[in-house]
Nanobody
Framework: QVQLVESGGGLVQAGGSLRLSCAASGLPFSKYAMGWFRQAPGKQREFVAA????????YYADSVKGRFTISRDNAQNTVYLQLNSLKPEDTAVYYCAATGPIYEHPAPLVSKPYEYDYWGQGTQVTVSS
């Protein structure tokens, strides 16, 4: 049974930082590309960032480029999202997701929710002004 469990969300002031974690189990983690998405109330789920199986390639939404950093530790089956210079508009539930297994490299990093196979339950990030 595949499980993705996010943690690290919380309440932070504008300009602050948070580090989200997503612990994966039940899948060959190093064969899955990972992504982070977010969903604010009344809005569609939107892509935030993605990382390749080995971690050598990353892809970001324009809205977070230069402020957020995605990384992964395959030995720990964990993917991270470092959130810096947070803005009130970053307030949302943040989800991690997995797509794969991937056997051909390099594979394109994808950004549509339907392209991901497994999802976590989400962690709330609230940024106050």
């Amino acid at each position: 049974q595949v499980q993705l469990v996010e943690s690290g969300g919380g309440l932070v002031q504008a300009g602050g930082s948070l580090r989200l974690s997503c612990a994966a189990s039940g899948l060959p983690f190093s064969k899955y590309a990972m992504g982070w998405f977010r969903q604010a109330p009344g809005k569609q789920r939107e892509f935030v960032a993605a990382i390749s199986c080995s971690g050598d390639r990353t892809y970001y939404a324009d809205s977070v480029k230069g402020r957020f950093t995605i990384s992964r530790d395959n030995a720990q089956n964990t993917v991270y999202l470092q959130l810096n210079s947070l803005k009130p508009e970053d307030t949302a539930v943040y989800y991690c997701a997995a797509t794969g297994p991937i056997y051909e490299h390099p594979a394109p990093l994808v950004s549509k929710p339907y392209e991901y196979d497994y999802w976590g339950q989400g962690t709330q990030v609230t940024v106050s002004s």
